[in-house]
């Protein structure tokens, strides 16, 4: 982030992306970064801003794209402008400029984004409740991009208004959601890796239910699983975007990820302990 002698705003966007990513994420995108100079207090239109985003993480939906922008953005105005904003503070204008994205975030991208590693979050009428967690292995995972890039707001607004059409069956739905994030926690603290990808091929077929997934993505999840993956869902808001596999070694990881290559216009293996 650069301060100008001239009002204005420059945006230049360097972070690799998926086809047609930055196209159809540019109004959202540029509602975001408004709103998080907003919160922070910075008007290009009285203080000139050049803003260069970059990095390795490639932009595809479902990946948390949108909150890591944000944050750097956040970040980037608290070096640029010499202040001493907390982690907190970046987080919540991280999670105001996901509303430029999102229209109605729940705040866990941004809080990953902030805070990284292996997160519990839950939202709550109040501010949400999140403490991070650790697995006693090494974590092998594989994503996959369907080449799809889904609007979060518009996949959002269909999926209230099935739940406003049907609040029992939402119901159900969310409870049988919930009863599985608290035993995937469980799981996670005793560290089998072989129960959290079941849980994870339970939680897809949840998503399967809520309409949110679609042929591409089971198809890719099916290809995981039969390429050796314990386990395998959607990621992100779902329509497109990406899938993850649980894979237990670098060797499954590899023949998990040289199976998806064959499907996928992109695909990443990365580890993390």
Request: aromatic residues 6%; contains cysteine; proline residues 3%.
């Amino acid at each position: 982030l650069e301060f100008l002698e001239k009002p204005g705003l420059e945006v230049i966007d360097n972070r690799p992306a998926v086809p047609l990513y930055k196209v159809k994420k540019k109004d959202e995108g540029d509602e975001a970064i408004n709103l998080t100079l907003t919160h922070l207090g910075i008007d290009p239109k009285e203080r000139g801003v050049k803003l260069t985003f970059g990095g390795d993480l490639c932009c595809a939906s479902g990946i948390g794209a949108s909150a890591a922008q944000v944050v750097s953005l956040a970040r980037a105005v608290n070096i640029a402008d010499s202040r001493s904003l907390s982690e907190e503070e970046i987080n919540a204008a991280g999670y105001e400029g996901e509303k430029g994205y999102h229209g109605t975030p729940s705040g866990i991208d941004n809080t990953a984004a902030t805070f990284g590693g292996l997160l519990r979050f839950q939202r709550t009428d109040g501010a949400p409740i999140f403490e991070k967690k650790s697995f006693p292995s090494a974590i092998r995972i594989v994503y996959a991009s369907t080449g799809i890039t889904a609007s979060t707001t518009e996949v959002v607004g269909d999926v209230r208004s099935k739940k406003e059409a049907d609040e029992a069956w939402f119901a159900s739905l969310l409870g049988k959601y919930t009863s599985l994030v608290g035993e995937a926690e469980q799981v996670v603290e005793e560290g089998d890796l072989n129960k959290l990808g079941q849980l994870m091929d339970q939680n897809h077929a949840l998503l399967q239910e809520l309409t949110v997934s679609c042929k591409e993505l089971d198809d890719l999840v099916d290809a995981a699983r039969a390429a050796g993956a314990v386990g395998a869902k959607m990621s992100g808001t779902g329509r497109g975007g990406l899938m993850i596999a649980l894979t237990p070694t670098e060797e499954v990881q590899n023949s998990v990820a040289a199976a998806l290559e064959k499907l996928a216009p992109q695909v990443w293996k990365t580890t993390f302990a």
